[in-house]
């Protein structure tokens, strides 16, 4: 028997990765793509598989035309029926002055933090209309409710994307298509995006102030949200709700 489909873009080893093994421990077949670092997507596709999970991993560069809708279309095709997909693709580059952020750098996160989430939906949605269920949740972040300085190319594609999620909820909502939308709003303990931009001198010091107090979102946990999200009833759809550790001020307050 076909197992249904978690498909997971943007699987680091922080919340997409984690909650595609969520998913596959629920008897999912988790499809993990990321851009790059093909020894890092193995490692997640066998944990979950020594797990006794089902997953199948794939390199994707979700900006190349035709990409994510070649995976979509291979994936309903051979591995099963997507019902769920969980859109983590990120678009933050740090910190940017206007004049430093390049025209290049600004539309390249609008592609990636919206566009492609636009095609996402339009390749996957009919079919998820057609047999009358399906669940899309979207990442996002502070940066979708709140424009900071030197966040420019972040926060116009966050946004973008929440209203974005908004327009499909609207229009596919009453099709059975469970749209929802995560604000995570604070430091992730994740490696490979939040370790990355800070480097990684100043992210182990992160965890070693913050993380031994739950000071750091923790991804196991942000992923019980997202199950949650997509077993509910559709009595009681949540359009959008926000994470974040107990030790921070909300968006509003920061």
């Not at 944990?47 to 990409?67: H, S, Y």
């Not at 269920?133 to 966050?158: C, D, E, F, V, Y």
């Not at 965890?207 to 559709?234: C, F, K």
Request: contains cysteine; aromatic residues 8%; hydrophobic residues 40%.
């Amino acid at each position: 028997m076909t197992k249904p489909v978690c498909l997971v873009l943007g699987a680091g080893a922080g919340i997409g990765g984690t909650v595609g093994a969520r998913f596959a421990a629920g008897g999912y077949h988790a499809v993990l793509c990321r851009r790059s670092n093909e020894d890092g997507l193995k490692t997640l596709v066998g944990g979950i598989r020594e797990a006794g999970g089902e997953a199948t991993g794939f390199l994707l560069n979700a900006v190349e035309d035709d990409a994510i809708e070649d995976r979509i279309a291979h994936v309903e095709k051979e591995i099963g029926p997507i019902e769920v997909v969980i859109f983590n693709l990120g678009a933050q580059i740090g910190d940017r002055t206007l004049q430093d952020t390049t025209l290049k750098q600004f539309e390249r996160g609008w592609r990636m933090a919206t566009f492609a989430l636009f095609r996402t939906a339009k390749a996957l949605f009919p079919l998820m209309a057609e047999r009358g269920s399906g669940t899309l949740i979207a990442t996002a972040s502070t940066a979708a409710m709140r424009g900071n300085p030197a966040q420019h190319a972040h926060t116009a594609a966050m946004a973008g994307r929440r209203m974005l999620c908004q327009s499909l909820n609207a229009e596919y909502g009453p099709q059975g298509i469970h749209v929802a939308h995560v604000v995570v709003d604070g430091m992730v303990d994740a490696p490979d995006t939040v370790g990355l931009i800070l480097g990684e001198d100043r992210f182990r010091q992160l965890r070693e102030e913050r993380g031994q107090q739950d000071g750091l979102i923790l991804p196991a946990h942000v992923a019980e949200t997202y199950w949650h999200l997509a077993h509910q009833h559709r009595s009681t759809w949540t359009f959008e709700l926000d994470v974040r550790s107990f030790s921070d001020a909300p968006w509003w307050n920061g």
